[in-house]
C-alpha cells in the first residue's frame, strides 16, 4: 500500500543522514542598536513584482508589534541577486554599526558565517523553546556547528525536478505524462522540441558563475547525484573527510551540460550567464509557452500565486512534472537536491533577546504554514507537515514531497562556497565551448585543491 503524502514527508525526512557541519565560534555583542527595535534583513527579490517575502514579513511584523507594546520591527531587504546578496550580508556581518539583529541564512553558506565567527550560538533560547521539538531533526542539522551547537531556525526545506510545458510537449508529439527514466530520455525530449517546435526554448539548465548556485545545486548536483547509486556522496568523502576530484560522474555530468548547449538545446548562452535569468524563467518563458523543460526547484509556483505580480493560476494544467531521473536509470531511478534557509541572529546583532523573539512569532504552526504555502516550500515543522490542509493547500505538494525520499543535501562544509564557484566555473567553461569537458575537469580539480588546502581525494 502506498504511504500517504504526510508519511512520507515524516518519515523520509527522518531518516535523511544529517547535513553534515563545521563551525567555530566567537564571542562579542553589538552596541548603539535602539533597544526596542529589531532589525530584520532578508533578501529580496530582484523583480519588483515578486513580493512574497515582503508581504510575509509585514504581517509578522503587525503581530508582533501588537503583542509586544513599545517594540518596533525595522525590515531591513537586500535586493540582490543570490551572490550579490551573500557578499552584501558578510560585509554587514563583519561590524556591530552594520549587523542587523537577524538575518535570513541560506543553508550552504551558514556554516562559512559560523566559521567566521559572524553568527551567535541559539541553543540557550532553543532549550526554552517548546515548539523547537516540532522541528525534523535533519532541518535542525542544517545549521549546527562542529561544536554541536545550533546557528539558526529553518524556515523550510524544498526539492528540485522538470518542469514541462503540455502545450510545448503536444506540438512536438510528446506525451502530457511524461516520465524520463535516463539522461538520454530527457535530451531526445529537447532534440524533439527543437525540430518540431520552433520558437521554443527546449531546455533549461541554469550554468555559469552569474547563476551562482542556481548552476551548482539546480543544475550540475541535480546530475552529479544521479551518476552512482545514490548510497554515496560524490562530491565530498565523509569518512576520509576530503573532497573528491573530477571523476568519470563529475565528467559526464559536464558533458551534459556541454551537449545542451553545444546543440542548442538551452537558451542562448548570453541569456544563460545572465545572473537575473531566473527571474525570467519563472516569470515569462513558462508561463508563455517558450520553454519546453525547466530544471528547477519546488518552490515556483510561489511566482504565479495571487498577488505576485505574475498571476498564472492555470499552471498546474498547463505544466507537468517529471522527477530527474538517474544517469542510466539506475536504482533509485530519481534524484533530488534539498537546500533551505534559517533565520539566523549575528554575532554583532545590539538586541539578540528581541531578534529570537521575532523568530518565534515568524515560526508558530500557523505562521510557518502560513510562508510554507506562500513560498512553496517543504515544511520542516511535523505538525505542520501532517496537517491535511497544508497537505492540501497547493498543486504540487505531493510530487515534490515524494521527492524528499531520494533527496540529497549539499556537503556545506566551510569550504563549501569556493568549490561551488569552482563547479560554476567549469560548466561555464564546457557551456560557452572555451574549454572541453576533460580541459573543465582538469581546471576544476586544480582549483578544488586550492579552495580546500588540498583535501582531495580521487576515485
Do not use: C
Given at each position: 500500500m502506498r504511504p500517504t503524502v504526510r508519511s512520507v514527508r515524516f518519515t523520509a525526512l527522518l531518516s535523511l543522514t544529517a547535513l553534515a557541519s563545521t563551525a567555530l565560534t566567537a564571542c562579542g555583542s553589538g552596541s548603539g542598536s535602539?533597544?526596542?527595535?529589531?532589525?530584520?534583513?532578508?533578501?529580496?527579490?530582484?523583480?519588483?513584482?515578486?513580493?512574497?517575502?515582503?508581504?510575509?514579513?509585514?504581517?509578522?511584523?503587525?503581530?508582533?508589534?501588537?503583542?509586544?507594546?513599545?517594540?518596533?520591527?525595522?525590515?531591513?531587504?537586500?535586493?540582490?541577486?543570490?551572490?550579490?546578496?551573500?557578499?552584501?550580508?558578510?560585509?554587514?556581518?563583519?561590524?556591530?554599526?552594520?549587523?542587523?539583529?537577524?538575518?535570513?541564512?541560506?543553508t550552504f553558506l551558514i556554516n562559512s558565517d559560523i566559521t567566521s565567527g559572524y553568527l551567535k550560538p541559539l541553543d540557550d533560547y532553543l532549550a526554552k523553546w517548546q515548539d523547537w521539538d516540532r522541528f525534523i531533526d535533519t532541518a535542525k542539522a542544517a545549521a549546527k556547528g562542529e561544536d554541536g551547537k545550533t546557528y539558526g531556525v529553518p524556515d523550510g526545506t524544498d526539492t528540485r525536478g522538470l518542469w514541462f510545458s503540455k502545450d510545448v510537449f503536444a506540438k512536438a508529439g510528446l506525451p502530457a505524462?511524461?516520465?524520463?527514466?535516463?539522461?538520454?530520455?530527457?535530451?531526445?525530449?529537447?532534440?524533439?522540441?527543437?525540430e518540431k517546435v520552433p520558437g521554443v526554448t527546449p531546455l533549461n539548465v541554469y550554468?555559469?558563475?552569474?547563476?551562482?548556485?542556481?548552476?551548482?545545486?539546480?543544475?550540475?548536483?541535480?546530475?552529479?547525484?544521479?551518476?552512482?547509486?545514490?548510497?554515496?556522496?560524490?562530491?565530498?568523502?565523509?569518512?576520509?573527510?576530503?573532497?573528491?576530484?573530477?571523476?568519470?560522474?563529475?565528467?559526464?555530468?559536464?558533458?551534459?551540460?556541454?551537449?545542451?548547449?553545444?546543440?542548442?538545446?538551452?537558451?542562448?548562452?548570453?541569456?544563460?550567464?545572465?545572473?537575473?535569468?531566473?527571474?525570467?524563467?519563472?516569470?515569462?518563458?513558462?508561463?508563455?509557452?517558450?520553454?519546453g523543460i525547466a530544471l528547477d526547484?519546488?518552490?515556483?509556483?510561489?511566482?504565479?500565486?495571487?498577488?505576485?505580480?505574475?498571476?498564472?493560476?492555470?499552471?498546474?494544467?498547463?505544466?507537468?512534472?517529471?522527477?530527474?531521473?538517474?544517469?542510466?536509470?539506475?536504482?533509485?531511478?530519481?534524484?533530488?537536491?534539498?537546500?533551505?534557509?534559517?533565520?539566523?541572529?549575528?554575532?554583532?546583532?545590539?538586541?539578540?533577546?528581541?531578534?529570537?523573539?521575532?523568530?518565534?512569532?515568524?515560526?508558530?504552526?500557523?505562521n510557518a504554514q502560513k510562508w510554507y504555502v506562500a513560498n512553496s516550500g517543504i515544511a520542516v515543522r511535523e505538525d505542520v507537515a501532517n496537517d491535511p490542509a497544508y497537505v492540501d493547500a497547493q498543486p504540487g505538494i505531493e510530487f515534490f514531497t515524494d521527492l524528499v525520499e531520494v533527496t540529497h543535501y549539499r556537503p556545506a562544509y566551510p569550504a563549501y562556497p569556493k568549490v561551488s564557484v569552482a563547479i560554476q566555473e567549469a560548466m561555464e567553461g564546457v557551456t560557452t565551448g572555451d574549454k572541453s569537458v576533460e580541459e573543465a575537469a582538469r581546471d576544476y580539480d586544480e582549483a578544488l585543491g586550492e579552495a580546500t588546502d588540498g583535501q582531495v581525494v580521487r576515485k
Open positions: 535602539d533597544p526596542d527595535t529589531v532589525k530584520v534583513s532578508f533578501k529580496q527579490s530582484t523583480d519588483n513584482s515578486i513580493k512574497v517575502m515582503d508581504t510575509y514579513l509585514a504581517g509578522v511584523k503587525k503581530q508582533f508589534e501588537k503583542a509586544n507594546p513599545g517594540k518596533k520591527v525595522e525590515l531591513v531587504p537586500i535586493k540582490a541577486p543570490d551572490s550579490e546578496y551573500y557578499t552584501k550580508l558578510q560585509q554587514m556581518l563583519r561590524s556591530p554599526k552594520t549587523a542587523p539583529d537577524l538575518v535570513y541564512e541560506d505524462d511524461w516520465q524520463p527514466k535516463t539522461w538520454a530520455e530527457v535530451l531526445d525530449a529537447a532534440r524533439a522540441i527543437k550554468t555559469g558563475k552569474p547563476a551562482g548556485e542556481a548552476a551548482t545545486m539546480q543544475g550540475f548536483q541535480m546530475l552529479l547525484y544521479g551518476t552512482n547509486d545514490g548510497t554515496t556522496d560524490p562530491l565530498y568523502d565523509k569518512s576520509g573527510k576530503k573532497w573528491i576530484a573530477a571523476g568519470q560522474g563529475f565528467k559526464d555530468s559536464l558533458a551534459f551540460v556541454e551537449t545542451v548547449y553545444k546543440e542548442k538545446l538551452g537558451p542562448e548562452v548570453s541569456d544563460a550567464l545572465d545572473p537575473n535569468f531566473g527571474t525570467k524563467v519563472r516569470g515569462e518563458l513558462l508561463p508563455q509557452g517558450k520553454l526547484g519546488s518552490w515556483l509556483p510561489q511566482d504565479w500565486l495571487e498577488g505576485s505580480g505574475h498571476e498564472w493560476p492555470e499552471w498546474s494544467k498547463e505544466l507537468g512534472l517529471a522527477a530527474m531521473p538517474t544517469q542510466h536509470g539506475q536504482a533509485p531511478g530519481r534524484v533530488s537536491m534539498s537546500g533551505g534557509w534559517t533565520w539566523s541572529i549575528p554575532d554583532k546583532a545590539g538586541n539578540p533577546d528581541l531578534a529570537f523573539e521575532f523568530i518565534k512569532t515568524m515560526q508558530t504552526k500557523a
